[in-house]
């Protein structure tokens, strides 16, 4: 099993940046790879971003593409994602989930809290 624990998050103001880190611990980190998604009331879960396990290939929600970066340093257990040119609908609570496949949230088994991201207008 892997245990994830999330950090970062909070208010902004539209246009701003926020780091959320997904650190790891229990089985190999460096094995799985890792999504982000997100989820507000009343809606249904969101893709947001994937990373490999290896770090080399990483998927985005149309969403997000060139605002949102995902990367990992496997030798701190560690998932970040950089969000940048933040919006009023990127409000929602952020999840980073562990051994699934790409952008398919079902496919993925371990958890983290999540987070709250609020972007003010």
């Known amino acids: 099993q892997v245990q994830l624990v999330q950090s970062g998050g909070g208010l902004v103001q539209a246009g701003g940046s926020l780091r959320l880190s997904c650190a790891a611990s229990g089985r190999t980190f460096s094995d799985y790879n890792i999504g982000w998604f997100r989820q507000t009331p009343g809606k249904e879960r969101e893709s947001v971003a994937a990373i490999s396990w290896s770090g080399i290939s990483t998927s985005y929600a149309d969403s997000v593409k060139g605002r949102f970066t995902i990367s990992r340093d496997n030798a701190k257990n560690t998932v970040y994602l950089q969000m940048n040119s933040l919006k009023p609908e990127d409000t929602a609570v952020y999840y980073c989930?562990?051994?699934?496949?790409?952008?398919?949230?079902?496919?993925?088994?371990?958890w983290g809290q999540g987070t709250q991201v609020t972007v003010s207008s």
């Open positions: 989930a562990a051994g699934g496949r790409g952008l398919s949230g079902t496919t993925y088994g371990y």
